[in-house]
């Protein structure tokens, strides 16, 4: 996947990263998802037991076209680490790194409002203008018609007779995310609009693009939903989130898009996961998904530290689940094409 980056381009590696607050500052945001194979030399400054999509972050940063700024969420320890090798080796114009509390009471929210706010004047002494009402304002509406259009995808996507391949839907959002110059799913869509299988949902962190969801296309399957940071939970804003007008000012504007983020629906790493096991049963349902792929990460301690309730959770609501662990390479497709053609078969 080629991506194209410019003097505006901010990168980012989290769904809790408030985009539009970039956007507002004359910025671009892109998300970076990482090199493509091997990490040799990410892997002598992280080790190889850390985060496999942060050390595949941090090799594009070292040897591959990058952009000259980033924003890191701190939300777990590989990000941070991520944020102090990004700083110490890449030789960046602009580093920024937030925090982002694991639960949505009120302390919580009024922490989160200080990073944004936090963020917001790093933006502005990055930027040297300020990041006003009206900004921020455009910046949300322009991010409502993208996940407008991402959710409309999404709703077709349940239905058989719209329904893209998995890679071509996925290849929706990494579009909106990424800036990519490929058209979205491109040559790595294995099941056009409309073709029959087997329904099911695939849930994880993140899944690199052009590998592991072509194999659960090519065994039979139809992705109904991507719950990943870079698919389906990515979309933040609803029709019940209408921002304030901006003659309130700035500051509730800043308070609603912190509401806002923390109310859309919960990775890993927060404490309401039994909300997130919910919603993602009742999705199975709703759309009628006869199974799920769990894909967490490699050493990615929060998914891995949920990865036994959920399975739980899914099993005490009758949906059968296969856990298939990805190091974000996926050069083991052979192993996965067999255990995938052995679950389709099973449901």
């Not at 004359?26 to 998802?33: A, C, D, I, T």
């Not at 070292?62 to 701190?74: C, D, E, K, Y």
């Not at 979205?184 to 329904?199: D, E, I, Q, T, V």
């Not at 996926?330 to 389709?344: H, K, P, S």
Request: hydrophobic share 40%; net charge negative.
């Amino acid at each position: 996947m080629r991506t194209r980056f410019n003097s505006r381009s901010v990168g980012w590696f989290c769904a809790y990263t408030p985009l539009e607050l970039i956007a507002a500052a004359g910025l671009e945001p892109v998300r970076l998802f990482g090199a493509a194979g091997a990490t040799p030399t990410a892997d002598s400054i992280l080790g190889t037991s850390m985060c496999p999509y942060v050390r595949a972050c941090l090799e594009q940063g070292l040897a591959g076209p990058a952009p000259r700024a980033v924003v890191v969420a701190g939300c777990c320890d590989n990000l941070r680490r991520l944020y102090d090798a990004w700083e110490h080796y890449c030789g960046p114009d602009f580093t920024y790194m937030f925090d982002v509390p694991h639960e949505r009471t009120a302390p919580a929210l009024e922490h989160y409002l200080r990073a944004i706010r936090g963020l917001a004047g790093a933006l502005e002494e990055y930027t040297g203008q300020p990041v006003t009402a009206g900004a921020l304002l455009e910046a949300i509406e322009e991010r409502r018609r993208v996940e407008a259009r991402l959710g409309a995808a999404a709703l077709e996507q349940s239905r058989p007779e719209d329904r893209l391949g998995s890679e071509e839907y996925m290849g929706l959002f990494i579009a909106e995310q990424a800036a990519s110059a490929d058209p979205p799913g491109g040559a790595a869509a294995a099941r056009r609009a409309g073709s029959p299988g087997k329904p099911v949902v695939v849930t994880g962190n993140i899944i690199r693009p052009g590998r592991l969801l072509g194999v659960v296309d090519s065994c039979g399957g139809a992705v109904v939903a991507l719950d990943l940071c870079s698919a389906d939970r990515s979309i933040t804003w609803g029709p019940d989130h209408s921002p304030p007008d901006a003659q309130a000012g700035l500051e509730p504007l800043l308070a609603h898009l912190a509401e806002t983020y923390l109310e859309r629906n919960p990775c890993p790493r927060m404490f309401e996961s039994m909300e997130r096991h919910q919603r993602l049963i009742e999705d199975c349902r709703r759309l009628g998904a006869r199974g799920v792929i769990i894909v967490p990460l490699m050493f990615c301690d929060p998914f891995l530290y949920d990865l036994p309730a959920l399975e739980r959770s899914l099993d005490g609501a009758g949906i059968p689940s296969l856990v298939v662990n990805s190091d974000y390479i996926d050069d083991n497709l052979g192993q996965v094409l067999t255990r995938v053609e052995a679950f389709m078969e099973m449901i």
